[in-house]
């Protein structure tokens, strides 16, 4: 398992396309990815959890991955984070 915290960069926050977006990469590796934010988490394969944490940019997020492609998966989604 590896996490990482992220300020999320994304001037409209984690908003449909930007969890669409999220949701896809969830699909491209073999790993369960979660997203913590305050005190909940939601599925990275979940479009529609993502969107309802309310997540706006400068917001503080952690990203934890774990499974065969934990690392590569994690580094995705700091490229798309962050």
């Known amino acids: ?12 926050g984690l908003n449909v396309d930007m969890a669409g977006k ?8 073999n790993c369960t990815a979660l997203l913590y934010y305050k005190d909940g988490f939601a599925n990275m394969g979940s479009l529609l959890n993502i969107v309802a944490m309310g997540i706006v940019c400068g917001d ?4 934890q991955c774990s499974g065969v492609q934990e690392v590569q998966a994690l580094d ?7």
Do not use: R
């Open 22 to 29: 999220m949701a896809n990469l969830a699909e491209k590796y």
């Open 76 to 82: 995705a989604y700091e490229k798309l984070i962050g």
């Open 1 to 12: 398992m590896v996490e990482k915290t992220f300020c999320v960069g994304a001037k409209q």
């Open 60 to 63: 503080e997020v952690t990203v």
